[in-house]
Structures are given as structure tokens and as C-alpha cells.
């Protein structure tokens, strides 16, 4: 008889009966997801290892409550939360309104609310890990879709939560679906480099040009088919047609003028933003993130802690996901604003504890752990 694989659940405080679930692919994992808990299988890990992250997710769970003592506004989480909504929405649409009544020049209009689409992000990932009204589904759900409007040229928010939690349990491994779809372990190159850009198109080229390799690339297929029904592909219509006729107008060609315009308006306001949001934040994730040989479930090998002066461009769009993210993958139970509150003390904890620190040799070793 064998036995069962050891999981150890992250720490998402309270559950919530929501009865996510996520993808089997036939794994050891135990994936009974009864709520938002992620049972991690950490059957293969050292007792060192074990140890050292233990140490880093008690010291972020002792900082995040000595944060709520220090400042009980922290305890609103749920007007918190609704608060960076309101940010983000009306910050966005703002900015728009401001180019429309031609205040605000167009690169303006597109950084600004490339900004405020970046806290939307965060507005989504903290309600996927259901961090906001975790008793009222339907007020999740409606702010999950409110920040979808804002940043179209992304999947659908409802598959991201698989997705999003098969992260955190396969983190590192080719199972790891979110973070191999946007590039990460695959060699350096014009398509690489591209896919950061947009990491839709040419997986859609691939899903039609090719066939399945194995299960997990059959499955890998479906779940982008599947997550992308809804804006995505509004988005990328407007964003290609927008980048063709003008091509055509340079070239001579005869463009409608009407449709040219209104392509612009709607590149400029909503998806073009988006388009440089989603670079920034592929570009940091895909590079802090370790895949291809990471242990399951080892949290120490998951991340890299990627804050390097000169990523600072990249990092105001995606609100310093390089630097605060590893203290997630510890510690799940705090939202994006506790994370960045925390920074300064946690990351000497992860440094003593064996995390890395900017190696950027990663981007010669296609995201592997170890050496090539
Ligand atoms: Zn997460
Ligand atoms: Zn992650």
C-alpha cells in the first residue's frame, strides 16, 4: 500500500465553502478543495527546507497582525478592497474622459491608466484568493467582473481562479499553466519576446498549427479556449485592427476614416493600456517566477525576489510585483497593500532564509532553479 503524498495547506485564514476546485490532471496531489485552502503535495521536501519556510510564513503571519495593531484601518478589509475597486474603475475611465475632452494628451491617457488597470490586477487577485467579502460570493463575482471591464486583454476572471490556484500548487512545475502560458522556461527569442506582449495570439497559433504533445498540452489547449471566451477576443480584434489599417494608411492604402477613429479612441482608452500593463507584468512575473525544475511544493524555490533599480519602469505597472509576490507565495492571506506594508521587514527573513535576490542569470537559464 502506498502512501498517501504529505500535503501541507497555505495559510488563507478562514475558508469560505466556495468549493473552488482545480484542474486534475491525474497528479498525487490531493486536490479536495472544500474551499479556498491550496493543499500543496510536499511529500519530496528536506526537513531544511521545511524549517527555513516555516520561519519566513511565521514571520509574515507576526508582521500582518502586528500591522493590523499598529493600524486598525487594516481590519476593513472589505472597504479596503472596495475602496482600490473604486480606484481603479474610476481612476481608469477618469483618465479616459480626460483624453476624450482632449485635457490629457494620448501617451498621458495611456500610462495613467495603465497605472490604475495595475491596481485592478491586484483588485482581482486578492478576490480570487478571496480576500474581499469572502461571505458574499455575488459581491466577489461582480468586482471580479467590474475590473475585468477595465483590463480586457485578459482572460476570463472566473477560469483565472483555477488557474490561479493550480499556481500556487504547482508553482515551478510544467502543471503551472498561468505561468507557462506567459512564457516562462521558454528559451529567450523573437516569439518569447513577443508572447510578452500579447501571450494570446500566439498560443492561439500554436492551439491551431499544432497537436497535443501529452495530456498536459490537450489540457493546456482547452483552458486557454475556454478562459479567453468573453472580452479577450473583443480586445485583441480592436488592438490588431487598430495596428493593420494604420500599417495600411502608411502604406497608401485607402482607410476609413470613421473606423480609424473610433479604433483609436478605443485603443487609447481601454485596450491599449492593457497591452503595456499586461508587458510589464508578464515581463516581471515571467521572470521572478523559477519553472522546469523547482521541487513541488518547495516555496523557497518558487520565486526570486526581482527589484532591481532598473526594473522600476516595468514595476509601477504592475504595483512592485517583483519585489512583494515572493512574501505571497508564503503567505496568501494578505492582501497586495499588507504586502507592500511588510516589504522592508520580510524580505531580510527571506534573504536569511535562502530565497534569491535579483539572479538575474535566470534569463540565460530560461527561469531553471538550478544551473543549466
Ligand atoms: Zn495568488
Ligand atoms: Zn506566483
Not at 474551499?35 to 521545511?50: E, H, K, M
Not at 480626460?98 to 495603465?114: E, N
Not at 521572478?288 to 511544493?297: A, F, I, K, N, P
Not at 519585489?323 to 527573513?349: G, K, N, W
Request: charged residues 15%; hydrophobic residues 45%.
Amino acid at each position: 500500500m502506498t502512501a498517501a503524498p504529505r500535503t501541507d495547506k497555505m495559510d488563507v485564514g478562514r475558508p469560505t465553502g466556495d468549493g473552488l476546485g482545480l484542474f486534475r490532471t491525474g497528479d498525487a496531489v490531493a486536490l479536495d478543495l472544500s474551499d479556498v485552502d491550496i493543499p500543496v503535495d510536499t511529500t519530496g521536501l528536506s526537513a531544511d527546507d521545511r524549517a527555513r519556510a516555516r520561519v519566513i510564513t511565521s514571520a509574515i503571519r507576526q508582521r500582518s497582525q502586528e500591522l493590523r495593531r499598529e493600524h486598525p484601518v487594516l481590519r476593513h478589509q472589505d472597504a479596503l478592497g472596495l475602496a482600490a475597486f473604486a480606484v481603479a474603475v474610476l481612476g481608469f475611465a477618469g483618465s479616459g474622459a480626460l483624453y476624450l475632452t482632449g485635457v490629457l494628451p494620448w501617451y498621458v491617457t495611456l500610462l495613467l491608466s495603465a497605472a490604475f488597470a495595475a491596481v485592478g490586477h491586484e483588485v482581482e487577485h486578492d478576490l480570487i484568493h478571496a480576500l474581499y467579502f469572502r461571505r458574499h460570493r455575488a459581491v466577489r463575482y461582480g468586482l471580479l467582473f467590474g475590473v475585468w471591464a477595465i483590463r480586457p486583454y485578459t482572460i476570463n476572471p472566473v477560469f483565472r481562479i483555477r488557474l490561479h490556484l493550480r499556481h500556487h500548487a504547482y508553482s515551478g512545475l510544467p502543471d503551472d499553466i498561468e505561468e507557462v502560458s506567459i512564457t516562462n522556461g521558454k528559451p529567450w527569442g523573437v516569439v518569447r519576446l513577443y508572447s510578452l506582449l500579447d501571450p494570446y495570439v500566439p498560443a492561439l497559433v500554436r492551439i491551431v498549427t499544432t497537436k497535443p504533445k501529452d495530456a498536459e498540452d490537450a489540457l493546456w489547449r482547452r483552458t486557454i479556449l475556454k478562459a479567453s471566451v468573453g472580452l479577450t477576443p473583443v480586445a485583441i480584434s480592436i488592438w490588431y485592427a487598430f495596428l493593420g489599417l494604420h500599417v495600411a494608411g502608411w502604406l497608401g492604402a485607402s482607410v476609413p476614416h470613421g473606423l480609424l477613429h473610433a479604433l483609436t479612441v478605443l485603443t487609447v482608452v481601454w485596450v491599449g493600456p492593457n497591452v503595456w500593463r499586461g508587458f510589464c507584468l508578464h515581463f516581471i512575473s515571467s521572470n521572478m517566477h523559477y519553472q522546469g525544475d523547482v521541487e513541488q511544493g518547495n516555496v523557497l524555490q518558487q520565486t526570486q525576489v526581482f527589484n532591481r533599480w532598473y526594473l522600476m519602469p516595468f514595476q509601477v505597472f504592475c504595483l512592485n510585483f517583483g519585489s512583494t509576490h515572493p512574501i505571497h507565495h508564503f503567505y496568501v492571506a494578505d492582501p497586495c497593500y499588507v504586502r507592500q506594508l511588510m516589504e522592508r521587514d520580510i524580505h531580510p527573513v527571506l534573504a536569511a532564509n535562502g530565497v534569491r535576490f535579483n539572479d538575474m542569470g535566470t534569463f540565460a537559464r530560461a527561469n531553471r532553479y538550478g544551473a543549466p
